[in-house]
């Protein structure tokens, strides 16, 4: 089946520790989107994607890094440097770049760091 | 930035049709609305999207106002696994404007039995 996967589901590291999350797509989808949502709250864009080996910064990109070397992958790092890492992940791809194309997104890691 | 407003919350009884407003009326003429669902602890669900027509699939219609300025879901049988927080999204036109994808808190419905 088509689709976007995300893992791990749930993840907990100690503050101070740098850790990927991974996001895999096999839907043939050029953009990439990486959200953070918090308890009650809308989703917010970290970084974003529209072609391998280039991407750009959302509304919330400072403490987190990404790549795409891969057009079916795209992982996000959260790095030490972000203050407040705990929060629900969202991964998402859509077709093209255009405002007609529809989002998919993927099940979600919720990171835990104490 | 375009942006949306939605109740907070709604209740719906089950095999009754489920009504969800959405105001947005700083809509541009090239920005589509859009409208997904988010079951507790999942990833969204797209359900539909349009620019200016009425739309329908398998899972809700969209009626949008002549004046683009609001529109509402409609879920025809409203059941028990619809009970969700569904997002209205305004979209703009090229990938600089997915900065301005602005999620807001969304309306939660309740599907009662």
């Known amino acids: 089946d088509g689709g976007i996967t995300q893992s791990p589901k749930y993840l907990f590291r100690k503050e101070g520790q740098n850790v990927t999350l991974s996001c895999e797509q096999n839907?043939?989808?050029?953009?990439m989107y990486w959200y953070r949502q918090d308890p009650g709250q809308g989703l917010r864009l970290i970084y974003y994607?529209?072609?391998?080996?280039?991407?750009q910064k959302g509304d919330i990109a400072e403490g987190y890094s990404v790549s795409r070397e891969k057009k079916e992958s795209f992982p996000l790092t959260v790095t030490s440097a972000q203050k407040n890492p705990t929060a629900f992940y969202l991964c998402?791809?859509?077709?093209?770049?255009?405002?007609?194309?529809?989002?998919?997104f993927g099940p979600g890691t919720r990171l835990t760091v104490t | 930035d375009a942006k949306t407003t939605q109740p907070t919350s709604m209740d719906c009884a089950e095999g009754r049709a489920a009504n969800l407003p959405c105001n947005h009326s700083?809509?541009?003429?090239?920005?589509?609305v859009y409208w997904y669902r988010q079951i507790h602890s999942q990833g969204p669900q797209y359900i539909i999207h349009?620019?200016?027509?009425?739309e329908t699939n398998e899972m809700a219609s969209l009626i949008i106002t002549e004046d683009r300025k609001s529109s509402t879901l409609i879920l025809p049988h409203a059941t028990l696994r619809d009970t969700a927080v569904y997002y209205c999204?305004?979209?703009?036109?090229?990938?600089?404007?997915?900065?301005?994808?602005?999620w807001g808190l969304g309306t939660s419905l309740a599907v009662n039995p």
């Open positions: 999204i305004v979209r703009g036109y090229n990938a600089g404007n997915n900065r301005k994808l602005i």
């Open positions: 994607s529209q072609i391998v080996n280039d991407f």
């Open positions: 998402a791809s859509m077709r093209g770049a255009g405002n007609s194309y529809e989002q998919y």
């Open positions: 349009g620019l200016k027509n009425n």
């Open positions: 700083t809509i541009s003429g090239n920005e589509y």
């Open positions: 839907l043939n989808h050029d953009a």
